[in-house]
């Protein structure tokens, strides 16, 4: 996810083992100093990274790492870096309040989404569908079954168009037609950051997969474990 309103200032002491999901990631989820000390392949300066990364998870969003955040930590360094590029982007995009990628039926929403259901990410398409809490005007939940149905008359023009233009990247079956449309919706520069929006969240999603990183079920309402 990208950058959120910092929260007050977490250290070492309020970081919290997670238990694992009924499917464990490939990976060791690394939540604690100590799993971060475990680590073989690490040496003291990815060590330390590792660990003010897990505290920045407490320090924008309140929360422990997500098993997304926990898994991609066995490689600090490259972890740091997706985590810079993303917020350079999202500043680039205007990811922020009302448009944010978490709020559903916004165009970064739809964008996101759209990516990770292509990708298979099962972790983040359960996190995304659920977004925030908030929602575009207009927009309802059940919207989100109709995302494949761009032609259908819950979609506002802009929302259409970028249902498409996603659709058409992914599916290489972008058209003169399409991309004039979206370069005079959007401008060149607006679009060319979509594109890279885009492969930022490939990336991810391609990842959860190899790592079998699943939606965190234990977060729903009501759950009831079926694990004997």
């Known amino acids: 996810m990208s950058e959120?309103?910092?929260?007050?200032?977490?250290?070492v002491e309020n970081l919290r083992d997670v238990p694992l999901p009924p499917r464990p990631p490939r990976l060791k989820p690394l939540h604690t100093v100590a799993d971060v000390q475990a680590i073989p392949y690490l040496d003291d300066e990815e060590k330390q990274l590792a660990i003010d990364l897990l505290l920045r998870s407490l320090r924008l969003y309140g929360n422990q790492a997500?098993?997304?955040?926990a898994t991609a930590l066995h490689d600090p360094k490259g972890a740091q870096a997706k985590f810079k590029y993303g917020e350079e982007l999202s500043a680039l995009i205007g990811n922020t309040g009302d448009k944010r990628h978490t709020v559903q039926g916004t165009l970064l929403h739809l964008m996101v989404l759209s990516v990770l259901k292509f990708t298979k990410d099962e972790a983040l398409?359960?996190?995304l569908s659920a977004g925030n809490g908030r929602m575009a005007p207009g927009f309802k939940p059940h919207h989100l079954a109709l995302m494949d149905y761009p032609e259908s008359e819950?979609?506002?023009d802009e929302q259409r168009l970028m249902l498409r233009y996603v659709r058409a990247v992914l599916h290489h079956e972008m058209t003169d037609e399409l991309w004039n449309?979206?370069?005079a919706a959007w401008g060149v520069k607006m679009c060319l950051r979509y594109l890279q929006y885009m492969g930022h969240f490939f990336t991810t999603g391609i990842r959860n997969r190899a790592l079998r990183v699943t939606h965190p079920i234990s977060r729903d309402a009501g759950y009831v474990s079926f694990v004997s």
Request: hydrophobic letters at 50%.
């Open 4 to 11: 959120a309103p910092q929260r007050k200032a977490a250290t």
């Open 66 to 69: 997500t098993m997304t955040v």
């Open 125 to 127: 398409v359960g996190a």
């Open 154 to 156: 819950v979609w506002s």
């Open 181 to 183: 449309r979206a370069v």
